[in-house]
């Protein structure tokens, strides 16, 4: 009984440092590839870049939940790798211990993760996603406090215009500034100032631009001429544009957590269509999550490796049928979100699917004497690496005659 706890911790720490590894990995290549397109859209946007870390920090429950399964299978196919390579795995086995008992700590973080996993997918992930969401809305409307963009007539409101040649503190000193405004009476105002910088007040529609060191020109139709003014300072004030409100959370799929997605379909006054999605969704994460149950045996079986051998075909092996079954699952959403198909149908026949073709593969290296489910493939990866080195030598032998 000791010999089988000391085992079991033994594998939840070589487990536990790939695990965590892969899993910031992951999550900081997705964060990555996002925060250059999210830094493109706030430049194009004219926002300012704090924004662009808050947006990133409401993405990080939907990249967890992508890294949380590749972590599983990679920390449990890399402890158990490591077993066979150093032979330790047929220690074990000589003394007894069956490949069932060794899945126990692996089941035991698929359990631990399958619930943090439905936790974030179903709870937390659709509350980020609306915040996400209204930040982009707040973006483009402007309510963020865009920048004025430099060197181009922004429209501050429907009658007023400004230029500005030059901004620093982040936009809260310009310099160089014009400003025309118009009236639909026929009045107009034009200022140059050496500098301005736009002040708050009680009145949240209503911003102060205070200008410094410029020139004033008021002109109208009762004027025989136009009035020009120079002046130290003045305060022009400006009416804020009002902003639509922001829709509420739940106008789509990915914000409705999986008690409203599963409320919201079983409603008899939502719309065929959108029951659809609502269904295609919450059959969608329930799936997701199942399938972590799934990766310790896979790992298993594509960790062992053939004997004398050190491939590592199963460690891309298990990423591409990780990902494939991730599309896979995306594209029967899709499909069943159209009312096309079932979504029961659409998603469960083909984690079915997956499920009978892990559970031959663990069969296969677990049951079966010398059996190795990826066996075909690794002669033909030993075979195609050879004639590859063949091939190299052969053409470096050409290029290098003696």
């Known amino acids: ?5 000391l085992t079991d911790r033994y594998l939840a720490k070589l487990i536990a440092t790939p695990l965590l590894a892969s899993l910031v990995i992951a999550a900081m290549l997705l964060t990555l590839d996002k925060m250059l397109r999210l830094f493109d859209f706030v430049v194009s946007e004219g926002g300012p870049v704090s924004v662009v870390w808050r947006m990133l920090a409401n993405l990080i429950p939907e990249y967890m ?3 949380i399964p590749i972590g599983l299978m990679l920390g449990c196919l890399l402890a158990f790798r490591k077993l066979a390579l150093s032979s330790e795995l047929d220690v074990f086995r000589a003394i007894g211990m069956s490949y069932g008992r060794l899945l126990r700590v692996p089941y035991m973080y698929a359990a631990a993760l399958a619930l943090l996993n439905l936790g974030i997918v179903g709870f937390v992930q659709p509350y980020a996603r609306y915040a996400y969401e209204g930040l982009r809305f707040e973006l483009r409307s402007g309510a963020l406090g865009a920048s004025i963009k430099v060197g181009e007539f922004t429209r501050l409101s429907k009658h007023m215009t400004l230029r500005v040649e030059s ?12 400003v025309m405004t118009q009236t639909n009476d026929g009045k107009s105002l034009a200022v140059t100032a050496q500098h301005g910088q736009f002040m708050a007040t ?35 004030p400006i009416d804020l544009p009002r902003m639509e409100a922001f829709r509420q959370r739940g106008g789509r799929d990915m914000e ?17 269509k959108a029951r659809s999605e609502y269904r295609a969704e919450f059959h969608f994460r329930l799936v997701e999550v199942a399938t972590m149950f799934l990766l310790p045996m896979l790992s298993l079986a594509l960790a062992v490796p053939p004997k004398r051998s050190s491939s590592a075909l199963g460690v891309f092996l298990s990423i591409v049928m990780l990902v494939t079954q991730h599309k896979i699952n995306e594209y029967a959403a899709s499909v069943a979100a159209l009312g096309r198909v079932e979504p029961i149908i659409a998603l469960w026949l083909p984690f079915l699917a997956f499920t009978a073709l892990v559970w031959w593969m663990y069969r296969t290296t677990a049951h079966v004497p010398g059996g190795q489910a990826i066996g075909a493939l690794e002669r033909a990866s030993a075979k195609g690496a050879a004639a590859l080195s063949r091939w190299f030598r052969f053409a470096r032998g050409r290029k290098n005659p003696a």
């Open 1 to 5: 009984m000791r010999f089988g706890t």
């Open 65 to 67: 939940s992508l890294g």
């Open 167 to 178: 901004s620093r503190d982040g936009g809260r000193e310009l310099s160089d500034l014009f």
């Open 202 to 236: 009680d009145d949240p529609d209503t911003i102060i631009l205070r200008l410094r060191n410029g020139v004033l020109v008021h002109d109208a139709p009762a004027f025989p001429e136009p009035r020009v003014l120079s002046f130290v300072g003045h305060d022009l």
């Open 256 to 272: 409705m957590t999986i008690p409203e997605l599963a409320m919201v379909a079983l409603d008899e006054r939502t719309p065929p």
